[in-house]
């Protein structure tokens, strides 16, 4: 074998990464869900033959670097030999890929002279997966209830599209045409990704491009191993909950401790609570992908993710935890305990790495659903579905930012009023930022906001998923707590009524339904906080005068 | 009679003017410093280059980063920005987006209005235009006397669904002009944009209103001193669609000029398109810092009807150019036992290694400076001098650190640059549904000749064509390009089941708004010329195509539905590779284009060589990995009729264009290299 060449490495190193991005524009600008294109639910990556990770491209951050599972769950199963040119596969179970049953992986082996010298994947959120209610659902107790459960299903064959599954997974959706197109972006997000690895190889020689990737795989985990060295050894602990499960729980606990020893670094999980009759499960692959977020957000945020990316990291999750789901465990929500996860590893790292922390954010998705049949178009069936932003925390240096997407999503823009009116028989009475509701501290938390909706149709349903009213957003170095999220429907009237998650409530023209999400948690001592930075909050009405007085001693 | 037509790109550095003479049909190209503090001042000394005196001009179009400089420097005016009641924190949320994934200090862009400065109005219209409440008109009285008493300098007005009926933005226009007068910038967003989603129509309107009176200001100046020196004809704007508009419409729609700066290059690649009869051009225009890639598809500019400046969105057409952090100033550095070239830049200060100002990490210039590649003593036209000794340190002690010596070091360094471009090029052809091979590479800017073909033969891109004066292609190209005029309407219902007379109706409206736009410009009814085009998506998609409608898919054929949808499904398998035929579409948006052809004489081709062999001097360069005994050719002694073998490297004023062994060059007969690229050998 030749010598390592370094040029040759960093020509091959930008060409998959290249690649990965090439796979993700073409999944993004074709597909059909928003949640796809606006909330990057999705991910894509090119794995080697040995399914290690070549190149992936932004998406969904908790889809990080567990593509693999799926094609090394596929071979376990049919053997080696199963992958043939030019097939493309599909699976969404939740207890091998780990998420909820909405999520599809598809992928497919790439051939080059007869080898098989890789894999060509993407993971996407599909709107509607069949399921008891539409879309999604708040309630259910097992996972039967969440909709079509695909184990490893070919849907390419040689090159061609395989119409009665396509037509199985497309005749199970409530939104069959949707999931069709969605289903063509992803095929041809993983044709691309089939074409460019090969013509990459064929390109610089298959010996060559194993060489390369052997030593980026070592570039990558010499980099982390010199971060984690530079931690102090010991050992770190935070633990938080979220509410309940959906069905009226107790709160549920994620429980981490953090093993830092020389080189490697371990996230325990193996504390926290057990599997819930609520779709709070998640599987034990897709925990592992929320720890990697988690440690790369602290550890080696603007590095791209390969092979041998999180090598120093050891998670360890119990089966039949929430973080270890087990059959028939329902898993819709799965993502809750993990932006909690992410969170809480933050502030277990409080003391060791003052300056990458930050205070607590609002938590995750906070959702509302509202459906029914529009009149104004004849009655078809409409379904507005949205996460809802919140505040950050704040850190040493700054304070958090007022209204923005959560840590678990992608880089998701809330849907415009005027696009919510047209589209829905829905009024948006206001939207707006929720002053006082970021923690106090030296650095402010950041604010979350406020949605009210008036219905202007009868017959028509709410779902919501807010969370993270127990441990509302903590601040760090003696910042404050934030507020938590708040939800009415009909506030102030005698038929008000108040809740966090409730699984599809009729709800008629008139009703009016307003939504709070919680601020992030402050940073440092309030009572410091510069008197201009008190002024300017004041100025800009995100705080009131009762707060500034009370809270950071401000007197006119 | 005058008879020169001349074209001013004022770029932060220097004033590029170009000036074609309709006597002789011969270009000629001038430079300038531009003057910061009165951009008049490097205006006229540029244009002293090129005529004798401002009466000889017949036609004078510019572009200007004037409002673009105001808006990154965060000078503009401050701005009060009206709302409607209940949404007016919508500009602060700003969609609660986020750009960067693992980042938990992440900051969204700060506001250009603060969110005390924005005044809520009672009034509210429902999704179809009609009336939900009146708009309270004393609230609009006492925002005006609180821009009296605040020292506001523009007003933006927001409103939700002005672009279904605007008459609510009106009322409020109406009653702040009452009330302060005909001076005051008030940008209305309808006019800016008839498009939905309010938070970009807001930011679109705040930014117009935030530059808008600068760039006034600054047209109002710049005509008024050339009036004085004799100007007998209106000044023209470039903007940021590629075309142009006359400075009065311009003073009416300043955001159109916004992002006009890098256009010109895109410009000058459609113009370049046409005369040598190659539709498909991919431009490429590389400088010290940055990278641009543009598009010129079958003959027609690549076009959005969207952009974004620094993460604020603008609804507008936009020529589109994209950019990478890869230039000249690209660092080149060791990380954990890896080479990485870029995106980090050494900028201007203190740049390369080789500039002698205290840089000590090796660049791309400094690697070029090592093979041989740039000549010491002409960088930048002869104004700089280089250190060759403090490169050779440079990269020499970067190759150390993987065993390879300086001239092994410094063409890796090239190598993985030139890589890199060619890879963001492949990223935005494969977005774009395109194949790389079947278009020519147009090299312009003061670096990009230098790497063309090798980027090129990363691309399997058969032919390269070097413009000439490559470093003012883009006022070459504010010269050629055409009087344009963009509008939108936002329109929203299923293909199938649209009205499509209604539909006909927005698009005559459209037309005769349009064509009116352009008979005040001055150009005449027989050179106008106008297109409709439609954007769709499938039901349930967000991201829309453009598709032109014409013939049995204009609006008021029976066919329209049919063939709109045959048209849409097309688009969307060339671009994505796949289409969903029979599934419902959806349209989200009506637009007309109007073309205004300027009536203008041909070139005159350049006479050819009587003999073929040009003077040249010899120097050693490197190329694959060995010393070549290289020609070094001037430019001006290049005529049609020469073949240029490579090795070679053909030097001018502005640029240096570097052939590689492999290659053959021609002179077109206008001027341009045409480099087949060959294979290395």
């Known amino acids: ?556 | 009679m005058p008879k020169h037509r001349v074209s001013m790109d004022i770029g932060g550095t220097f004033t590029d003017v170009i000036e074609f003479n309709e006597e002789t049909g011969q270009y000629t190209a001038g430079k300038s410093s531009t003057t910061p503090n009165d951009l008049t001042q490097g205006v006229f000394d540029g244009l002293a280059q090129v005529l004798e005196s401002v009466p000889e001009i017949n036609f004078l179009v510019h572009g200007t980063t004037q409002g673009l400089n105001a808006f990154l420097q965060r000078r503009g005016e401050k701005v009060l920005l009206l709302a409607t009641e209940g949404v007016g924190d919508v500009y602060q949320i700003a969609r609660g987006h986020r750009t960067r994934l693992y980042d938990v200090h992440y900051r969204k862009p700060t506001p250009l209005v603060r969110r005390s400065d924005t005044v809520e109005l009672t009034g509210r219209l429902r999704y179809d235009g009609s009336e939900r409440t009146p708009l309270a008109e004393d609230q609009v009285r006492a925002a005006a006397a609180r821009f009296r008493s605040e020292g506001f300098g523009a007003v933006a007005v927001a409103l939700l669904f002005s672009y279904i009926n605007p008459e609510h933005e009106l009322a409020v226009e109406r009653i702040l002009r009452e009330e302060l007068g005909d001076s005051v910038q008030i940008t209305l967003s309808h006019r800016v944009a008839r498009e939905w989603r309010e938070y970009e129509r807001t930011s679109s309107a705040v930014l117009d209103a935030y530059t808008g009176p600068i760039v006034r200001r600054y047209l109002e100046n710049l005509e008024s001193k050339l009036l004085d020196r004799g100007l007998e004809v209106p000044l023209h704007v470039m903007q940021s669609s590629g075309g142009i508009i006359s400075a009065d419409s311009a003073r009416t729609m300043t955001l159109q000029t916004l992002l006009s700066g890098p256009v010109g290059g895109a410009m000058g690649s459609l113009a370049l398109a046409k005369r040598l009869g190659k539709p498909n051009l991919i431009g490429i225009d590389m400088g010290g810092t940055s990278f641009d890639i543009s598009l010129v598809i079958g003959g027609q500019p690549d076009v959005s009807n969207e952009a974004e400046l620094e993460g604020f969105p603008i609804l507008m057409s936009v020529v589109n150019i994209h950019t990478i952090g890869a230039g000249g100033g690209s660092l080149a550095y060791h990380e954990a036992g890896g080479l990485r070239v870029g995106p980090e830049s050494a900028g201007a200060d203190p740049g390369p290694a080789c500039y002698g100002r205290g840089g000590t990490q090796a660049t791309v210039t400094d690697a070029n400076l090592v093979l041989g590649r740039v000549d010491p003593t002409w960088f930048a036209g002869g104004t700089m001098k280089l250190e060759p000794s403090l490169a050779d340190k440079a990269v020499a002690e970067l190759g150390g650190a993987f065993g390879l010596d300086a001239v092994r070091m410094a063409e890796g360094i090239c190598d993985v640059a030139n890589a890199k471009m060619a890879q963001a090029i492949r990223n935005i052809t494969v977005d774009r549904g395109i194949e790389p091979r079947e278009f020519s590479l147009v090299a312009f800017g003061g670096a990009g000749p230098m790497h063309a073909v090798f980027i090129a033969r990363e691309l399997e891109i058969g032919e390269v064509v070097i413009p000439p004066s490559p470093g003012a292609f883009s006022a070459w190209g504010m010269l050629e390009t055409e009087v344009r005029r963009d509008f939108s309407q936002s329109f929203y219902g299923t293909l199938a089941d649209a009205d499509k007379a209604e539909i006909a109706r927005f698009l005559s409206a459209m037309e005769a708004d349009a064509r009116a736009a352009l008979i005040a410009d001055g150009i005449g009814a027989e050179a106008i010329r106008v297109s409709f085009a439609l954007d769709m998506r499938y039901v349930a998609q967000e991201y829309t195509l453009t598709v032109a409608v014409e013939g049995d898919a204009f609006p008021s054929q029976d066919t329209f539905a049919d063939s709109a949808a045959r048209l849409f499904d097309a688009a969307h398998l060339s671009r994505f590779g796949h289409a969903n035929p029979g599934a419902p579409i959806e349209i989200v948006t009506l637009r007309a284009t109007v073309l205004g052809e300027l009536s203008r004489p041909d070139p005159v081709p350049l006479e050819a060589a009587t003999d073929a062999a040009y003077p040249f001097e010899t120097r050693q360069i490197v190329f694959g990995k060995t010393e070549h005994a290289t020609p070094v050719v001037r430019r001006d002694a290049l005529r049609p009729g020469m073949v240029v073998p490579g090795p070679a490297v053909i030097l001018e004023q502005t640029a240096t264009t570097v052939l590689p062994p492999g290659t053959i060059t021609t002179v077109e007969p206008y001027g341009s290299l045409i480099v087949q690229v060959g294979k290395e050998n």
């Not at chain 1, 996860?341 to 933050?346: F, N, R, S």
């Open chain 1, 1 to 556: 074998m030749a010598a390592y060449d370094p040029i040759l490495t960093e020509i091959i190193r930008s060409a998959l990464n290249s690649a990965a991005d090439e796979m993700n524009s073409t999944l993004i600008r074709s597909a059909y869900t928003p949640v796809i294109y606006e909330m990057k639910d999705c991910a894509v990556g090119l794995l080697d033959e040995n399914h290690k990770t070549l190149g992936q491209s932004a998406g969904l951050p908790i889809f990080l670097g567990n593509l693999e599972i799926v094609t090394e769950y596929t071979e376990k199963l049919y053997g080696r030999e199963v992958w043939q040119p030019g097939d493309v596969w599909i699976l969404n179970d939740s207890y091998i890929a780990g998420t909820h049953l909405h999520d599809m992986t598809v992928y497919g082996p790439v051939f080059v002279d007869g080898e098989l010298v890789g894999f060509s994947t993407c993971r996407a959120h599909w709107l509607d997966v069949g399921g008891k209610d539409a879309g999604s659902t708040t309630d259910s107790v097992d996972i039967f209830q969440e909709g079509l459960r695909v184990g490893a299903l070919r849907v390419v064959e040689g090159g061609d599209l395989v119409e009665d599954v396509t037509d199985l997974l497309t005749r199970n959706s409530r939104f069959s045409y949707p999931a069709r197109g969605d289903l063509f972006a992803m095929i041809a997000c993983v044709k691309t990704g089939q074409g460019r690895l090969a013509a990459i190889i064929e390109k610089f020689g298959v010996e060559n491009v194993k060489q390369a990737r052997d030593e980026i795989f070592a570039q990558t985990a010499r980099l982390e191993q010199e971060t984690i060295r530079a931690i102090p050894d010991g050992e770190y602990h935070a633990e938080g909950c979220i509410d309940d499960d959906g069905l009226g729980s107790d709160p549920i606990w994620v429980r981490l401790k953090v093993i830092v020893a020389g080189e490697r670094i371990t996230f325990d999980l193996r504390e926290t609570s057990d599997a819930a009759r609520g779709p709070v499960n998640c599987g034990a692959s897709q925990a592992i992908s929320a720890a990697r977020v988690a440690y790369k957000l602290l550890i080696s945020p603007d590095k791209p993710v390969d092979g041998g990316a999180f090598s120093t990291l050891d998670v360890l999750v119990r089966d039949g935890s929430i973080l270890g789901a087990q059959p028939p465990s329902p898993c819709e929500w799965y993502f809750s305990s993990l932006g909690l996860l992410i969170d809480l590893t933050v502030k277990a790292f409080e003391t060791v790495l003052p300056d990458r922390v930050a205070g607590a954010s609002a938590g995750d998705s906070m959702v509302i659903g509202i459906g029914g049949n529009d009149p104004r178009n004849g009655g078809v069936p409409f379904l507005l579905y949205e996460p809802t932003v919140g505040g950050w925390g704040a850190w040493d240096g700054g304070d958090g930012q007022d209204g923005l997407i959560n840590n678990v999503n992608g880089s998701l823009k809330d849907m415009a009023v005027e696009i919510i009116e047209t589209k829905y028989p829905v009024h948006m009475v206001y939207y707006r930022f929720r002053p006082d509701s970021g923690g106090v501290g030296r650095w402010r938390g950041g604010n979350g906001v406020e949605r009210k909706y008036s219905v202007e149709v009868d017959g028509a349903w709410l779902s919501l998923w807010f969370e993270r009213s127990v441990t509302p957003a903590w601040g760090l170095a003696g910042g404050g707590s934030a507020t938590p999220p708040e939800c009415w429907l009909n506030e102030g009237r005698p038929d008000a009524r108040t809740m966090l998650k409730i699984n599809a409530l009729p709800i008629k023209r008139g009703d009016v339904i307003t939504t709070r999400t919680g601020g992030g948690g402050g940073y440092g001592d309030p009572t410091v906080r510069a008197r201009d930075a008190v002024e300017k909050d004041l100025r800009e009405g995100q705080i009131s005068p009762e707060a500034a007085r009370e809270h950071y001693g401000y007197r006119p």
